[in-house]
């Protein structure tokens, strides 16, 4: 089992930056892939970025790419989302992802909230 607590979300201008932050507790950090999804009102949820789990590779959505950067820190459980030039489409409620084989566990959800 694997708990994960977002954090770092709130309110923003257009054009301007933040952190989210996932900390995970239970199994092993690094056995799990990490991910990034986030879902807008009346849209599906989308997988915005995702981090393998030795950190080696990454991999992230066109309409994030360039802007977002996903990383994480084994020694803190944490897997972060810095997001920068952000725009009023980026609105939504950011989950934490954590990935083992069939196993899939997500956080509560942060809400982000771009203002033009």
């Known amino acids: 089992q694997v708990q994960l607590v977002e954090s770092g979300g709130g309110l923003v201008q257009a054009g301007g930056s933040l952190r989210l932050s996932c900390a995970a507790s239970?199994?092993?950090?690094?056995?799990?892939?990490m991910g990034w999804f986030r879902q807008a009102p009346g849209k599906e949820r989308e997988v915005v970025a995702a981090i393998s789990r030795s950190a080696g590779s990454t991999y992230y959505a066109d309409s994030v790419k360039g802007r977002f950067t996903i990383s994480r820190d084994a020694a803190k459980n944490t897997v972060y989302l810095q997001m920068n030039s952000l725009k009023p489409e980026d609105t939504a409620v950011y989950y934490c992802?954590?990935?083992?084989?069939?196993?899939?566990?997500w956080g509560q959800g942060t809400q982000v909230t771009v203002s033009s």
């Open positions: 992802n954590a990935r083992f084989g069939l196993l899939n566990y």
């Open positions: 239970g199994r092993t950090f690094s056995s799990y892939a």
